[in-house]
């Protein structure tokens, strides 16, 4: 598939074929093929990419965004532009670590930390405009990465060039749409809707953000298949076991971005 995860797609172990196979030489095929498989139980442990160990530096991951959700949380208050910053910091890692050629574990639970305290803090912010909010929030959330797992583990929804393509241009439609609307939001002025067009706007007497957020879930979980179909596809390759750290953040950066819709389309839903 051409149109990849930026988290992964500058990682040739990702793609479809294993790294190199054109120009490999007879004794180089030879010494391949003599290896213990990465599937045989009986062979010798090798330092490849499995789902296994994805799974575990997943949950290393997401057990240090919870501390830094903490940490955002009880902070909000006495150190309010603490989530701010670290918002800041987020995104900068982000960055790092998807143009970074090989994994840094370091700098990926630096990302985690500082996402987590960015959510901590918008949450606390959510939560003390709408009551129970958060909980609702991070419970649709656990239920649409469960339910897109259990379709994906059993083969029932699989990733495919055409609806790659799709997504990457819904994608882009909706990055446009939201600069458009934050600078309405921002310029505005003190009697336009807080939410912008999402608020606004009407489709047969439902907001348009609620519409979006349905749409924006249905590609969140799309995006969730492209994770797991990356890492499938990094362990049938063989990919070295480092590289799952590069799973383990492609997951996050897509659970991250899921939870923030859903509790923006709730709070929306609330408010209408």
């Known amino acids: 598939m051409a149109l990849n995860n930026p988290a992964y797609s500058r990682n040739e172990v990702f793609s479809e074929k294993p790294q190199g196979s054109a120009q490999m030489t007879a004794a180089q095929l030879e010494q391949m093929y003599n290896q213990p498989s990465a599937y045989d139980?009986?062979?010798?442990?090798?330092?490849?990419?499995?789902?296994?160990?994805?799974l575990m530096k997943s949950f290393a991951c997401f057990a240090v965004l919870l501390v830094g959700g903490v940490v955002g949380w009880t902070t909000v208050d006495t150190v309010p532009w603490l989530w701010i910053g670290?918002?800041?910091?987020?995104?900068?890692?982000?960055?790092?670590?998807?143009?970074?050629?090989?994994?840094s574990p370091a700098l990926i639970l630096a990302y985690a930390l500082a996402q987590g305290v960015f959510l901590g803090g918008i949450s606390a912010y959510y939560e003390a405009a709408y009551p129970g909010i958060v909980s609702q929030a991070s419970l649709a959330t656990l239920s649409v990465v469960g339910v897109t797992l259990a379709l994906?583990?059993?083969?029932?929804?699989?990733?495919?060039?055409?609806?790659?393509?799709?997504?990457?241009?819904?994608?882009?439609?909706?990055?446009?749409?939201?600069?458009?609307?934050?600078?309405?939001?921002?310029?505005?002025?003190?009697?336009?809707?807080?939410?912008?067009?999402r608020g606004s706007v009407e489709i047969a007497g439902i907001p348009l953000g609620l519409i979006?957020?349905?749409?924006?879930?249905i590609m969140g979980a799309y995006s969730l298949v492209l994770d797991f179909d990356f890492i499938q596809r990094g362990v049938r390759n063989g990919a070295p076991r480092k590289y799952a750290w590069t799973g383990a953040f492609g997951i996050m950066v897509t659970v991250i971005w899921l939870y923030l819709e859903i509790l923006r389309m709730i709070a929306i839903a609330r408010d209408s």
């Open 41 to 54: 139980p009986q062979a010798p442990v090798t330092d490849r990419m499995t789902v296994d160990d994805t």
């Open 86 to 103: 670290a918002a800041l910091v987020g995104f900068v890692l982000a960055m790092v670590n998807i143009f970074k050629r090989e994994p």
């Open 152 to 197: 994906f583990a059993s083969g029932k929804i699989r990733a495919s060039a055409k609806a790659t393509k799709i997504f990457l241009i819904a994608m882009i439609g909706y990055l446009v749409f939201s600069l458009i609307n934050w600078v309405i939001m921002i310029f505005g002025g003190a009697d336009a809707n807080p939410w912008g067009l």
């Open 212 to 217: 979006l957020g349905v749409l924006v879930v």
